[in-house]
Nanobody, 120 residues
Framework: QVQLQESGPGLVKPSQTLSLTCTVS??????????WSWIRQPPGKGLEWMGA???????YYSPSLKSRTSISRDTSKNQFTLQLSSVTPEDTAVYYC????????????WGQGTQVTVSS
């Protein structure tokens, strides 16, 4: 069974870069035809898809975050990473990694989520 787990600092200062890692077990991030996404939920708001990296290594980003977002992977560790630059308190949220089933915005496996607070 596929499991995903987020890790990284829970507190980031404004203007710095937020970096999170998702470790995947029970399935390879290079296996056809899945996409590996980052999703966040600010307090009191809904889920926001941020971007994804495909089994092929291709990346996709939300237009509203594209300028600040970078997703990469380390296939030897079966991990993928989120970097969000120039953060502000508006980036405070619970951050999730999740597997996309391929077609459409559907997700079958999720990490437990990790709280990230942007504050000085």
């Amino acid at each position: 069974q596929v499991q995903l787990q987020e890790s990284g600092p829970g507190l980031v200062k404004p203007s710095q870069t937020l970096s999170l890692t998702c470790t995947v077990s029970g399935g390879s991030i290079t296996t056809n035809y899945y996409y590996w996404s980052w999703i966040r939920q600010p307090p009191g708001k809904g889920l926001e898809w941020m971007g994804a990296i495909a089994y092929s290594g291709s990346t996709y980003y939300s237009p509203s975050l594209k300028s600040r977002t970078s997703i990469s992977r380390d296939t030897s560790k079966n991990q993928f990473t989120l970097q969000l630059s120039s953060v502000t308190p508006e980036d405070t949220a619970v951050y999730y990694c999740a597997r996309n089933q391929g077609w459409g915005m559907s997700f079958d496996y999720w990490g437990q989520g990790t709280q990230v607070t942007v504050s000085s």
